[in-house]
Each structure stands twice: as C-alpha cells, then as structure tokens.
C-alpha cells in the first residue's frame, strides 16, 4: 500500500512537501509516483486519492492551491515541472491551460457517458455545476423570476447580489450567454443587471447566499454546489442555506448555465501511465458516487444517484454550448461586463 504526500502551496515558486504516512519505507526502490496539482480543496479530493493510492500501489504527491496559482507554477515551472495530473475548476482554466501548452491528449479509452470534454482530450470533465438564480422566497413569489433575463426588471432595482466581474464563473456564464444570443444581447443584460446590483459585488458565492438571508438582496447567482455545501455544514450554515430557494431558470428555452471541474494530463508528466489510470478511476462509479453522495456534485455518469440534498434542489434542463468555445470566450466576457460596469 502507497502513501499519499501532501503538498503545502506557499507560493506560485515554492513547493515543500510533508508526508503524511511516517511509517512509510523510505529506502524502498523506485516507488511509483503521481504527482497532482489540485485546485480542489484537500478534503474534496483525499478520500479518492487514497482509495486509488491503496488500489494501484502508488505514492501520490499532492499539492492543493488557487486554481490560477497552481496554473501558473505550472507554466513557469515549464518542461522542468514535476506534476503528473491538474485537476481544475471552471472550463475557462481547463481551456486556459489547453492553450498555454499545459496539457496533452488523455489516453485512457473514456466511458461511453463521457460527452463533456475537449475535442482533442486535453481534458474531460468529471462532475458538473449549474449556476442558477437564488431568491428569498419570502420576497419573491413561486413563478415571479423564470429567466435570468427577469433579473433586469425594474422592481429589482437594489435587489440583486453577485460576485466580481473578476470571478471565473460569472466570466463563463456570460461567454456562453455570448454564444447564444450574440454581443449586443449580452451587453444589453450585463447592463441592465449591473442597474439592479444591491451593492458592490464582493465576496464569493457563500457570501451572495448570506446577503440574501441578511436582507442585503433578495436575489442572487451562485453556483449550485455551495449551497450544497452549506446545507451540510455546521448549523449556522445549514440554517442560512435553507431560507434560501433555488430558481431554475430559462427551462422553456436555453436553460440554466452549466459549468464543470475536470482533469488534464499535463504537458511533461513523466508518469503518464498511471496518470491516465487516474483518470479512468475518477469516472468510474465509486469516483462518481462519492461526487454525487459526499461532495453533493452533479455527476457525469447519469446512472449515479444524486445526493438527497441535490434531489431536494429539483431536477433541470442545462443549456446546450460547447465548453471549449466558453473557456475560449472568457476574456470576451470580462471585456463586456467591464463596459456594463460590472466591477
């Protein structure tokens, strides 16, 4: 059985690794190795690890860290980097990762369920996230908000709370409004979203769930899995999760914004192998049940089970765009919530 060693991100340059296993044999030969750049929190990812570490008899090294951050190293630390898999957040930094020369093509023969994933297999997606609309159902009635386009009204002027223009996933929920209804379309909302903002976004998605319950808005965007999060933590959290309701928006036409996290084999990894069987192993049923029942993600494999907090949320229609071509459309994006005046 192998050990897993984590690594403590202290900088884009610097890297220092801690074995978490004291008793393991350091004087054995050649051990495999695996080593992973992960944007996903330790405990999002651990449990995995270690069941496919005890499987595969391999010594992971693990280093966690901002997504951008880890990218970063990554690109700096060029044909000289030691990471073997990135796992990431958000199309927009799979696909960012694609172009700076990151990535290469996956090996591993998919399961037939897989259809989110880049043309040429630099990466495939192994949950996915949405990113609907969230009301206090004590200030807006059952069917009152339908669209993300009602959240322009008039009477919701003062009412709507949001992330940074700066923040990936806003980044890529408007790159694919970009691809569906074209430039102008999407300016015009941006706009007129920007004239109904409550405050100054700040924060993360948590962040717009509290402002809702603390009567800082009535109405935010935030992504699905933190507010599973929340109905799973501490009891402060989970009683501020459930005065808050989920809208499922555009489900007449477009759908709601779908998003994904996802898996790359980078550029230079010298474990390829066993990077690749990472990857069949993270779409697998037990990889994909744990998603699904403890992360509370959606997962990839349609036959796996949601958890009862997501089956509590409803069931949906996500929008139909090609991931490669939002990544690809980020900076479209930022340059047109900049001009709405999207901070």
Request: net charge neutral; charged share 20%; glycine share 6%.
């Amino acid at each position: 059985m192998r050990k897993i060693v984590f690594g403590l991100f202290a900088s884009v340059l610097s890297i220092s690794f801690v074995a978490t296993n004291a008793s393991a044999n350091a004087t054995e030969a050649s051990p495999q190795q695996l080593n992973i750049y992960s944007a996903r929190n330790e405990a999002l990812i651990k449990p995995l690890l270690d069941q496919f570490a005890a499987q595969h008899d391999v010594t992971i090294n693990l280093v966690t860290g901002k997504a951008d951050a880890l990218l970063a190293r990554a690109k700096s630390e060029g044909r000289f980097s030691p990471v073997d898999i990135i796992i990431t957040t958000d199309v927009g930094r799979l696909s960012r990762a694609k172009s700076q020369g990151l990535t290469q093509p996956i090996t591993a023969v998919l399961p037939d369920f897989v259809t989110l994933q880049d043309p040429q297999q630099h990466w495939v997606a192994l949950t996915t996230r949405n990113r609907p609309i969230m009301i206090n159902p004590k200030k807006i009635a059952p069917g009152e908000i339908t669209r993300y386009e009602d959240l322009l009204k008039p009477e919701y002027k003062g009412r709507v709370c949001v992330r940074s223009s700066t923040n990936i996933y806003n980044q890529s929920m408007v790159a694919a409004m970009l691809i569906q209804q074209g430039e102008a379309l999407t300016l015009a909302w941006a706009k007129g979203l920007v004239d109904n903002f409550a405050r100054r976004p700040k924060g993360g998605d948590r962040d717009q769930i509290k402002a809702v319950v603390a009567g800082v808005c009535d109405i935010a965007l935030a992504n699905t899995y933190y507010l599973a999060a929340m109905r799973n933590a501490d009891a402060e959290s989970v009683a501020i999760a459930n005065q808050v309701k989920v809208v499922w928006p555009n489900q007449s036409d477009r759908g709601v914004h779908l998003n994904i996290s996802g898996i790359a084999v980078a550029k230079y990894a010298q474990n390829t192998d066993i990077a690749n069987q990472l990857i069949t192993f993270m779409l697998g049923q037990q990889a994909q049940d744990w998603y699904a029942k403890t992360n509370h993600e959606y997962p990839v494999d349609p036959k796996i089970e949601w958890s009862s907090t997501l089956q509590a949320m409803g069931t949906f229609t996500s929008e139909n765009v090609e991931l490669n071509q939002v990544g690809e459309l980020n900076a479209k994006a930022l340059q047109i919530m900049d001009k709405s005046g999207w901070q």
